[in-house]
């Protein structure tokens, strides 16, 4: 029996892609990329905006497509789109099989069997399966898959090159931004047990991974509901302890509780990148208010003028939202200043979204999707401006690279990545005259041409 995966939205939906595909193989269903060779296509969807849960429902549609031709017998949704609108799916979608909530999306080997079964599961929360699923399932997990250890890591399936991985701390989250649906979707932020942290970091060392990508909704808030502290630091001084890995990196990070410990971190911990992704979404007060962020002007000006003294190289990237609800002439004026005097090294900008069940989704004052979009465009060229004349001024630096592959227009021509560009959302770095590398592969190149986004390197070593 084969099983395909489609997996959208964020490398945090993509860490729970991967926790489900390694639940799948313990039940003895081979994992298949083809979906046309596909007996059960499983679509982990997304619903942070109004597009991503377009493109959810585009792609549960043709998935359906193909157990509509007979190639495939059943169609699973989990994820965000599933979490939120299950009801709704439930009723309008009669191709899909099972529904599984954000929460329990570590049952889908039970789900699957139920499925195989003939029943029609709907899986929102503990303790709401048939009851005949205590009468066994088609498929068993292997007996080798069950660990009395409270900690031991959750399988999984690495989708990538195995020398990157990202490494999920904690779910839901606290912070109730006035335009984000996420609270309401995965829930409360409850972070993930220090000790099961560092077993799955472990554990995805000794498979060769070489980057963690540490991420949650907010890294900076970890262990404070568990704890009654925070422990992003001291995670990622134990983190810097494991053999084998050469980078970390940390997503998410919020202003308002990035503490001078964990600038401290960054400064000195040899394996922790100096790159900081710092979301600040806006730089006018009051919108900050109405956007119910916690962090002031004043305090994130200070913080970063103390990440640029403290750590001289550091990469910092931030988004911005443009068109939010009330945002003003002046108020697009004041952000455009802020990113001109700023001069981010890494920048993405967002027209705002309407999410249903949001404060921000009720405010007086919504921008018209022209000017969003004007304003987006205008703020893009400030930005790539910017970027362009910091990659030029690292002509002639030397950086070590991770390998990605090469570029479709030349064998020779290696895509890359340093300590300045995370995976997906940042520019690239193209190494020339760069023959016989393979992904995963550390080399030592020059930079010779700055641009916009990307560079181009010589390698050196």
């Not at 202003?255 to 040899?270: H, R, S, W």
Request: one cysteine or more; glycine letters at 8%.
């Amino acid at each position: 029996m084969k099983l395909g995966l489609v997996s959208l939205g964020c490398p945090k939906n993509l860490v729970d892609s991967e926790v489900m595909l390694g639940v799948i193989e313990q039940y003895g269903i081979e994992i298949t990329p083809d979906p046309g060779q596909a007996d059960i296509l499983l679509v982990n969807t997304c619903a942070f905006i109004e597009s991503a849960k377009q493109e959810s429902i585009d792609n549960i549609l043709a998935m359906a497509e193909y157990k509509k031709a007979g190639s495939c017998r059943h169609l699973v949704v989990t994820g965000c789109l599933a979490q939120r609108y299950a009801e709704e799916v439930f009723q309008e979608m009669p191709e899909v099989d099972a529904l599984v909530g954000t929460n329990v999306f570590k049952d889908i080997g039970q789900v699957i069997g139920l499925v195989l079964e003939g029943h029609r599961v709907l899986h929102m929360k503990d303790g709401d399966l048939p009851e005949a699923a205590e009468h066994g399932d088609p498929v068993q997990p292997a007996a080798a898959a069950v660990s009395a250890d409270p900690f031991a890591p959750d399988p999984r399936k690495l989708t990538g090159e195995p020398y990157s991985a990202y490494l999920k701390i904690a779910e839901g989250c606290n912070n109730r931004c006035s335009y984000c649906a996420i609270p309401l979707i995965r829930g409360p932020y409850v972070s993930k047990p220090y000790e099961q942290v560092l077993a799955e970091a472990r554990d995805l060392a000794s498979r060769g991974v070489k980057e963690l990508i540490v991420v949650a909704q907010d890294t900076t808030v970890y262990g404070a509901d568990l704890y009654g502290k925070l422990r992003l630091a001291e995670l990622l001084k134990a983190l810097n302890d494991i053999d084998g890995i050469r980078w970390i990196r940390v997503m998410y990070l919020y202003p308002n509780t990035f503490t001078d410990e964990l600038i401290e971190a960054f400064a000195t911990l040899p394996k922790l990148c100096h790159y900081v992704d710092l979301p600040l979404q806006h730089a006018s007060q009051r919108l900050l208010h109405a956007m119910n962020r916690h962090d002031s002007m004043a305090h994130t000006k200070e913080l970063l003028a103390k990440l640029r003294r403290r750590i001289p190289d550091i990469v910092i990237r931030t988004t911005f939202i443009v068109g939010f609800p009330g945002e003003t002439d002046e108020d697009f004026e004041e952000l455009k200043r802020f990113v001109e005097e700023e001069r981010f090294e890494n920048a993405g900008v967002f027209p705002y979204s309407r999410e249903e069940g949001t404060q921000a989704a009720e405010m007086p004052g919504q921008v018209p999707d022209d000017v969003k979009e004007e304003r987006y465009n205008e703020l893009m060229a400030i930005q790539a401006g910017i970027s362009e004349e910091l990659h030029k001024a690292e002509e002639g630096k030397e950086l070590d690279v991770v390998v990605e592959g090469y570029n479709e227009d030349g064998e020779n021509l290696a895509e890359a990545r340093s300590y300045r560009e995370a995976p997906d959302i940042d520019g690239m770095i193209y190494v020339e005259n760069a023959p016989g590398l393979k992904p995963g592969d550390f080399i030592r190149v020059r930079v010779d041409q700055g641009f916009d986004y990307d560079v181009v390197a010589l390698r050196v070593d």
